[in-house]
């Protein structure tokens, strides 16, 4: 079992930039690829970014390429991912999720086993 808890949320104006970190205990977490998604006020959840267990390899929505980054840090047991150029439409409520999974990650949020609470991120003048 993995427990999942975001934190780093907040206001941000336009152009602004933001950080999320997710922190995982329980298991062991090197194991796990791990996924970040958002949903908006009704709207679909929207897969964003993932990256995979070694760290190695990454994707991106179309929607945050060139301005979201994800990373990890196995040692801290903790994802984060580093917000910039930040636009009203990336307001939504973030959560990031984790699959056991080596070698691949995926931006499909039915493929994961645990998440977390959700952080809220709001991009305001």
């Known amino acids: 079992q993995l427990q999942l808890v975001e934190s780093g949320g907040g206001l941000a104006q336009p152009g602004g930039s933001l950080r999320l970190s997710c922190a995982a205990s329980g298991s062991t977490f090197d194991n796990y690829a791990i996924g970040w998604f958002r949903q908006a006020p009704g709207k679909d959840r929207e897969g964003v970014t993932c990256i995979t267990s070694s760290g190695g390899s990454t994707k991106y929505a179309d929607s945050v390429k060139g301005r979201f980054t994800i990373s990890r840090d196995n040692a801290k047991n903790a994802v984060y991912l580093q917000m910039n150029s930040l636009k009203p439409e990336d307001t939504a409520v973030y959560y990031c999720?984790?699959?056991?999974?080596?070698?691949?990650?995926?931006?499909?949020?039915?493929?994961?086993?645990?998440w977390g609470q959700g952080t809220q991120v709001t991009v305001s003048s």
């Open positions: 999720a984790a699959e056991r999974r080596n070698y691949f990650c995926s931006n499909y949020g039915g493929v994961y086993d645990y």
